[in-house]
Nanobody, 119 residues
Framework: QVQLQESGPGLVKPSQTLSLTCTVS??????????WSWIRQPPGKGLEWMGV???????VYSPSLKSRTSISRDTSKNQFTLQLSSVTPEDTAVYYC???????????WGQGTQVTVSS
């Protein structure tokens, strides 16, 4: 059974960089054919896909967030990390990591972590 767990600070100040880590168990992030995404849901809004890191380590970002987003991984820890720079209160959301076996059809999700941007 694959499990994903997000971790990171729940409160970030405006203009700072938000950093979250997703720890994966029960499966390797380097397994061929799997893609590892970050997705967020602002209060009262729908899900927003932020970006993905592939099993090969390449990345793709949402065009609307590309200038502020970076996703990396630590294969020795089976983790991947989201960094979102220059945050504003509009970046307040529940942040999820998820596994995609292809075609953005997510089969495993983390429980989500609330991040609030406030001074």
């Amino acid at each position: 059974q694959v499990q994903l767990q997000e971790s990171g600070p729940g409160l970030v100040k405006p203009s700072q960089t938000l950093s979250l880590t997703c720890t994966v168990s029960g499966g390797s992030i380097t397994t061929n054919g799997y893609y590892w995404s970050w997705i967020r849901q602002p209060p009262g809004k729908g899900l927003e896909w932020m970006g993905v890191i592939t099993y090969r380590g390449s990345t793709v970002y949402s065009p609307s967030l590309k200038s502020r987003t970076s996703i990396s991984r630590d294969t020795s820890k089976n983790q991947f990390t989201l960094q979102l720079s220059s945050v504003t209160p509009e970046d307040t959301a529940v942040y999820y990591c998820a596994r995609d076996p292809g075609a953005m059809d997510y089969d495993y999700w983390g429980q989500g972590t609330q991040v609030t941007v406030s001074s």
